[in-house]
């Protein structure tokens, strides 16, 4: 295996303020991320030689950024499949054309864009297709499994079946993220704290997911430029070095909507217990060093499946692991402080992204953990990056 | 006949989203229209192939799938209930209820529910398939309580 470890870093972040306009062009928050990315690196534009773009408008953004920016030295670009669970494989991929010499300075950027595309977990496009031979998220449209929370919610249901677990309990997730989310100006939800009985007074969408168990649609786009680590260190920030990747693990097993051997779908339903993850080794570090964790959370249950797949805690454990502000604001596991997909926007872990580089440069402001060296983000399907600071 | 759909969302003429089709999965929904219920099975290792596929998922052997029945008996294994409408839905659709049920051969299947209030509902209640014409040549699985 080649060693990724801290050979590349992160050397300027950009992100704009989550608005919830139908008006407004997703490509003019793209541009907005670049440019202050750019700035934040000590970058000009005509710095920038690589681009990848993973949720955008539409095909071809990855030509249509560096056209509207006027990008002149662009040399490497590449643009993935609309999908969140491939933020950590973007990055992966930048971090592989740096490696590679096939660029210095890459831009790897994504909107959030859910405002035109979803509507409270409905994909208005239907472009993304072909799980369980319906959408990617378990839906099956003919027999009314035809939001994107259904899936999740067929494994909250499952989780709850096989564990047990008052369900009511899961409002520790939505209510510990707008805790953060209330301390990140950005954040939708910002100054919009909610309390459990709030969460309890929420309606049920798709039962027995309620509305405040879902992700907030809004526009935001985010932008981290990878270079090498030696680039990094002279840029005007600290470096925040990708120290391990882990790739999106596919297949019967593998659903980003529920932890391994829960029995979703095609899932086995057997025991489970969290495997070696190779990202750890790879950042050579252990799992009890993660100072701050990023975890998925289109839906709240995802984020107990991301705790139990990685081994946080144990099968079936996580509910009440959550419980008692453990990953609040002063817990042992500070968790999605920028708000994540439920509290600031979904962002398929974009902004959760660029909120750990803030938090291991200390510029987290009231968010802020102290002493932050190690980060990491993480879905249920497996994919992750591990970043660390001096 | 199924009109064919473009998109995986198309809607048909009565107001039900329509499958994707293709000549894989055909003879599946050509079987609900006569009360059928059917799956592709591997003749090398009896596998049950689902979501239905045109290949093996669980052997090497390569040897062409087979059309075969099933009961339709099986038991719950998780359910939702939607309350919200999602197009092309309609409000006096809901709470309707969807369910995903291990069949008694063996594949997890999703469906409908038909006759299941949502408070009758536990994990492991027995349920069979039922059949019901949904739109122009289009009969969706349901399912209801074992021996209605």
């Avoid at chain 1, 030689?49 to 920016?69: F, R, T, W």
């Avoid at chain 1, 080794?281 to 993660?290: H, L, Q, T, W, Y």
């Avoid at chain 1, 289109?298 to 453990?326: M, Y």
């Avoid at chain 2, 919200?84 to 299947?109: A, I, N, T, W």
Wanted: glycine letters at 10%; charged letters at 20%; hydrophobic letters at 40%.
């Amino acid at each position: 295996m080649i060693a990724v470890r801290n050979r590349t870093a992160i050397a300027g972040i950009g992100r704009t303020v989550t608005d919830r306009d139908p008006d407004v062009d997703p490509m003019a928050h793209l541009a907005q991320a670049l440019t202050s990315a750019c700035a934040d690196a000590g970058l000009s534009r005509r710095e920038i030689d690589g681009v990848i773009v993973n949720l955008a408008p539409e095909e071809g953004s990855m030509d249509k950024l560096p056209e509207m920016l006027g990008l002149p030295s662009v040399r490497w670009s590449f643009q993935s499949w609309f999908h969140g669970r491939l933020e950590p494989t973007c990055l992966a991929t930048g971090v592989w054309a740096v490696l590679a010499g096939q660029a210095d300075y890459v831009a790897c950027i994504s909107t959030s864009q859910t405002l035109a595309d979803f509507k409270h977990g409905y994909e208005t496009r239907g472009r993304e297709k072909s799980r369980e031979g319906g959408g990617p998220h378990l839906e099956n449209p003919p027999s009314g499994l035809i939001s994107v929370g259904g899936g999740a919610a067929l494994a909250w249901r499952k989780y709850l079946t096989k564990y047990g677990g008052d369900p009511d309990a899961l409002g520790a997730v939505a209510v510990t993220q707008r805790e953060w989310a209330h301390r990140q100006p950005e954040a939708y939800f910002c100054g919009r704290p909610i309390s459990q009985a709030d969460y309890l007074a929420s309606p049920y969408v798709v039962e027995p997911l309620r509305l405040l168990d879902h992700c907030v649609p809004g526009n935001a786009a985010f932008c981290l430029i990878v270079t090498t680590a030696e680039r990094a260190r002279d840029a005007p920030k600290p470096p925040v070095y990708v120290s391990g990747l882990q790739g999106s693990s596919s297949g019967r097993e593998h659903f980003i909507f529920s932890r391994t051997g829960l029995g979703v779908g095609q899932q086995t339903d057997e025991p489970y217990v969290a495997p070696d993850m190779p990202v750890y080794a790879a950042a050579g570090i252990s799992r009890d060093e993660v100072q701050v964790f990023g975890a998925l959370d289109a839906f709240s249950p995802v984020v107990l499946f991301t705790l139990e797949e990685f081994g946080f805690c144990a099968e079936g454990e996580a509910l009440d692991w959550v419980q008692d502000g453990r990953t609040a604001p002063g817990g042992v596991l500070p968790l999605n402080t920028c708000g994540g997909g439920l509290s600031d926007v979904e962002s398929f872990g974009w902004g959760h992204t660029v909120d750990l580089v803030r938090q291991l440069r200390g510029e987290a402001g009231d968010a802020q953990v102290p002493g932050v060296k190690v980060a990491q983000y993480a879905t249920p399907d497996r994919s992750s990056i591990i970043l660390t600071a001096d | 006949m199924i009109p064919t759909p473009v998109n995986w969302l198309d809607v048909g003429r009565l107001g039900r989203p329509l499958p994707r089709l293709s000549a894989t999965n055909r003879p599946f929904w050509e079987a609900t229209a006569r009360r059928k219920l059917v799956l592709p099975r591997c003749p090398a290792c009896d596998r049950w192939i689902y979501p239905i596929s045109s290949i093996c998922w669980g052997c090497d052997a390569g040897e062409p799938l087979i059309w075969s029945s099933l009961s339709g008996k099986g038991t719950i294994s998780s359910w939702v209930v939607y309350h919200r409408v999602f197009r092309p839905f309609l409000p006096s659709d809901v709470p309707y209820v969807v369910l995903e049920v291990d069949l008694r051969e063996g594949p997890r299947m999703i469906g409908a529910a038909d006759r299941l209030h949502p408070e009758e509902i536990s994990a492991g209640l027995a349920v069979q398939a039922s059949f019901r014409d949904a739109d122009d040549g289009l009969t969706l699985v349901v399912f209801e309580p074992e021996g209605e």
